[in-house]
Every structure is written in structure tokens, then in C-alpha cells.
């Protein structure tokens, strides 16, 4: 909970007047961290919707005051609630949870490019620079190369120029088959984070948090100029 928590914080601060939608899914009241925190930013925002839902509430859980209705967050929930499609959704919790989410917002018409996640528990291990069986060896960018700064990614040995096809660094390895882990894509939850060995670069959006010291997000980051990535 706490990355969407504290866009929470964010929204709550500035009384944002946006329609901001508070979907929650757990077992019950005991297994609920922060809904009285949760509970008091929401009353800050003049056009909020909360819906809590417990799978298996106790006996003390108080419908209408802790929780909203009794079941899973899936998608007759979703559809019951009538989410205005055209929002943009941050989702966080488990990989399997995320993943059945997105793809039922997805099947509701949200488009994927608004559907942001952000893994909570183990993910898959990160191996920058280490290349899977089944992933062919990092290459140069299928298309007109670009023109821009040149990015190297050390551990992969390619050197790729930054073109206007690429939005930011992410893209581009991707583009190169260069291994990269992931998850929001908008500079949120810092899986992307990489050791910038040289040059610098500016952010587009701007993250949340800013990387540590000598390090990049890549899926917000264009290179200043010719870079390297430890990737
Ligand atoms: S993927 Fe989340 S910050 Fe880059």
C-alpha cells in the first residue's frame, strides 16, 4: 500500500479537486495497515471514492465503517463499481493480484497504457546484464538508427544512439534486448534503478523520489549526452 499511500499524502495535501478512486482488497480488519491514516486523507479530497472490501471479515469488522462489501477485489467488483475508464490506475500488491487486475481492466476498455503496477513480495531476481537462454543477445535497434547520444550499456558491450523513437532509456534497451527489469514505468517504484557509470541525464517525467546518488531510473531518464549504464 504505501507507494499509492503516499500519492495519497500528495492528493491529500493539495485537497486536489480530481475524482480519486480508493480501491482496497484484504482479508479483514486485522490484516488492514493504515485505513484510519488512509481513512482521514480521503476525507481531505472533495471527489473521492473508496471501496474496501474484506474476503473474510471478523466478526468486529463493521460494514459501511471499516469495510465496504464482503469478497476478492476482481473483476464483478470492478464492473459493480462502475470505474470511469478513461483513469489512470496504480495498482500494487502480489504479482498474481496485479496481474489478473490489469488484465481485467484491460478487458473493461481501460487502455494498458494507463494501468500502472508497482510489485509488492518477491519478484523475479534481477540479473542486469546477464542474458537468459531464450533471449536472443543484445543488438543494435531494429529500424533508421538514431542520431542522438550514444548509450552504452557496459555489461552488455553495445553502444546504441538515442533517437527520437525512444521516449527514455528503458525503451531503448528494451529496443536492444538489453536485460531490464521493471515495474511502474513512470519513476514510482524504483525497479529500473541502474548505476549511471558516466554522463548524465534528465527525467521526463520527474520521479517521485529521486534515484541514490550515481544512479538512474531508466524509465524516465533521456541521456544529457553520450552516457554509460551499467546494464
Ligand atoms: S520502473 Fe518504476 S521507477 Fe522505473
Redesign the pocket.
Known sequence: MTPVLAMLHALADEASPRDVWWLYGTRNGREHPFAEEARRLLAALPHRHSHIRYSAPDAEDRRTIDFDASGRLDMRALQALNLPRDGDFYICGPSAFMNDLAAELAALGVARDRIHT?LFGAGPSITPGVVAPTRPPPHLPAGVPGTGALVSFARSGLSAHFGPAFRNL?ELAEACDVPV?????????????TALVAGSVRYEPD??DA?ADGNV????ARPEGDIVIDL
Open positions: 508497482e528503458l527489469r521493471w515495474s511502474c514505468r513512470t519513476g514510482v517504484c524504483h525497479t529500473c534503478e520521479p517521485i534515484a531510473l531508466i524509465c524516465c
